[in-house]
């Protein structure tokens, strides 16, 4: 019924793929009837914190919006006997940094009875102006925050933990009958923001309005999946909205702010009249997409102002859009016992390789700032950068791989599955495309931070987010994630029969 992790050690690509333990559900997959909790804290600090998501220290003058954590509680049972499970808590932070979710699961043991801690993730919307959670004695130049007037980020994780805490518990303690449905819409919210030039180069955010400029280094998915879900009354009580958009409109700010879905969260409440509703905001495969205009500018100015509307207000219009384009739809497909089942896997990525050229331009920065003298902590924070690049060159094949924590799991013809990393696009339509599931939810930046993941063309082209610096993992173990989640995902999914199968034994029959 319910699973402990595995392991499952996938090796560098020269050496053979091995399995040391693979899991996979006992007993059948079957329908049984499906238990709904939810639950929505506030995790808006009270005091100055310092804002995690840019190179340079920022204090939080005022919060603009409140920031919070939303909590989905999901169970099948078999009249007392529960079959499997999950808790899922979205955050609005840039990341969940390493530690944080053990920590949660150590603070809830005991507290929620019934429950497996280990089917219980988190996940973060990657919003830029929100409070670190870094422990900054692992990172000591990262930011420089005063000791005096400021909420300390092991202060803020102290208290963040406390209301993660509560949503759990809520989530879980409330869950009754109900059911689910999901539905596909679109909204224009990302877009590729990586500029090629005619050398080959490429340039996060990169000038479009220049002779040079070639084109955008990758594709865009403007497709907006849904769950909804419901209670014994088919009344709606959360609803999950998965799009390939991290929540970054606003991410240089000096304020508290959950960006896009604060607008997004508040235009749904009133458009469906369910002020209490539970939103999660699922960022699919994204590393390489951003809401920011990459061309086109004026006109979408324009627009907005025609309107009236803020650039995160336009953005909350086509989700909200998106959303009340399917919600009848969703409301006459409600299923109370959709066949549902959680896995959970260690999965072991094999490192970014750092390719001879970057350990080189490594070397030349580090000579660079040495030659420089004293050097603030934000500089200091960049030659340490460029001297972990030269210690990993350095290492090469030796260097340990990257373990990450994946979920993979099935609720009725829909699949959901998992990634620590700011995933390039190309992966998640990879996996989208060779699910068998209807529709697949991918959730990024979940139980971890692995940092960004690129694809070959982003390394070639180099830039932030394609450089050693900023990836644990590369092309490489990017397959190897793409290849094992879909084949949890197909453990789930019944083997289609062959075609010509039912013909063949029929004939061999006397």
Same mark, same amino acid.
């Given at each position: 019924m319910l699973h402990s992790i595995c392991n499952l050690v996938l090796r560098r690509p020269s050496l053979p793929l091995a399995l040391t333990g693979l899991l996979f559900a006992t007993g059948t997959l079957r329908a049984a009837e499906l238990h709904i909790g939810h639950a929505t804290v506030d995790i808006t600090p009270d005091r100055p914190v310092a804002l995690a998501g840019q190179f340079n220290t920022r204090i939080s003058q005022k919060a603009e919006t409140p920031i919070v954590a939303a909590a989905?509680?999901?169970?099948?049972?078999?009249?007392?006997?529960?079959?499997?499970?999950?808790?899922?808590?979205?955050?609005?932070?840039?990341?969940?940094?390493?530690?944080?979710?053990?920590?949660?699961?150590?603070?809830?043991?005991?507290?929620?009875?019934?429950?497996?801690?280990?089917?219980?993730?988190?996940?973060?919307?990657?919003?830029?102006?929100?409070p670190v959670t870094l422990e900054l004695e692992k990172a000591p130049n990262r930011y420089e925050i005063p000791k005096e007037?400021?909420?300390?980020?092991?202060?803020?994780?102290?208290?963040?933990?406390?209301?993660?805490?509560?949503?759990?518990?809520?989530?879980?303690?409330?869950?009754?009958?109900?059911?689910?449905?999901?539905?596909?819409?679109?909204?224009?919210?990302?877009?590729?923001?990586?500029?090629?030039?005619?050398?080959?180069?490429?340039? !996060?955010?990169?000038?479009?309005?220049?002779? /040079?400029? $070639?084109? =955008?280094? +990758?594709?865009?998915?403007?497709?907006?999946?849904?769950?909804?879900?419901?209670?014994?009354?088919?009344?709606?009580?959360?609803?999950?909205?998965?799009?390939?958009c991290p929540a970054q409109e606003v991410e240089s700010r000096k304020a508290i702010n959950a960006d896009f879905w604060h607008e997004a969260r508040e235009q749904l409440r009133k458009e469906l009249q369910v002020p209490n509703l539970t939103i999660l905001g699922w960022i699919s495969a994204a590393?390489?997409?951003?809401?920011?205009? !990459?061309?086109?500018?004026?006109?979408?100015? /324009?627009? $907005?102002? =025609?309107? +009236?509307?803020?650039?995160?207000?336009?953005?909350?219009?086509?989700?909200?859009?998106?959303?009340m384009d399917t919600v009848e739809i969703a409301r006459k497909e409600i299923t109370t016992t959709p066949p549902f089942q959680h896995q959970v896997e260690a999965l072991s990525l094999p490192?970014?390789?750092?390719?001879?050229?970057?350990?080189?331009?490594?070397?030349?920065?580090?000579?660079?700032?040495?030659?420089?003298?004293?050097?603030?902590?934000?500089?200091?924070?960049?030659?340490?950068?460029?001297r972990e690049v030269v210690r990993r060159a350095e290492v090469g094949d030796k260097a340990p791989n990257y373990e990450?924590?994946?979920?993979?799991?099935?609720?009725?013809?829909?699949?959901?599955?998992?990634?620590?990393?700011?995933?390039?696009?190309?992966?998640?339509?990879?996996?989208?495309s060779r699910s068998p599931a209807l529709q697949t939810f991918l959730i990024q930046l979940a139980c971890g931070s692995g940092q960004y993941l690129p694809t070959p063309e982003a390394i070639e082209g180099g830039s932030y987010s394609g450089l050693p610096h900023t990836n644990k993992v590369g092309p490489e173990g990017g397959q190897i994630l793409v290849d094992r989640t879909v084949q949890s995902i197909r453990d789930m999914w019944p083997a289609p029969v062959p075609v010509g199968a039912a013909e063949t034994d029929s004939a061999k029959k006397p």
């Open positions: 989905l509680a999901i169970e099948s049972r078999e009249g007392d006997k529960p079959v499997d499970q999950a808790l899922i808590i979205t955050c609005d932070l840039v990341a969940i940094r390493d530690g944080l979710q053990d920590r949660l699961r150590m603070n809830l043991a005991g507290k929620l009875p019934g429950l497996d801690l280990k089917k219980l993730f988190l996940n973060a919307t990657h919003t830029h102006t929100a007037g400021v909420m300390q980020p092991d202060e803020y994780t102290a208290f963040l933990l406390t209301r993660l805490v509560a949503a759990a518990e809520q989530a879980w303690k409330n869950r009754a009958p109900g059911g689910v449905s999901w539905t596909l819409g679109h909204a224009v919210v990302g877009q590729n923001r990586r500029a090629v030039y005619a050398d080959g180069r490429a340039q !996060m955010y990169g000038n479009t309005n220049d002779a /040079r400029f $070639r084109g =955008l280094e +990758g594709g865009e998915d403007h497709g907006v999946e849904m769950l909804f879900f419901w209670n014994a009354k088919q009344e709606l009580q959360a609803l999950a909205v998965n799009l390939a590393g390489d997409q951003s809401p920011h205009l !990459m061309f086109r500018k004026q006109a979408e100015e /324009r627009m $907005r102002k =025609l309107r +009236g509307l803020t650039s995160k207000e336009e953005i909350a219009r086509r989700l909200t859009a998106a959303v490192p970014r390789r750092i390719l001879p050229r970057e350990k080189e331009q490594a070397q030349m920065q580090i000579m660079q700032y040495e030659n420089m003298g004293n050097l603030n902590p934000y500089l200091l924070n960049m030659l340490e950068r460029e990450m924590e994946l979920h993979t799991l099935r609720l009725g013809d829909v699949a959901i599955a998992t990634n620590p990393f700011e995933l390039y696009l190309n992966y998640g339509i990879q996996m989208k």
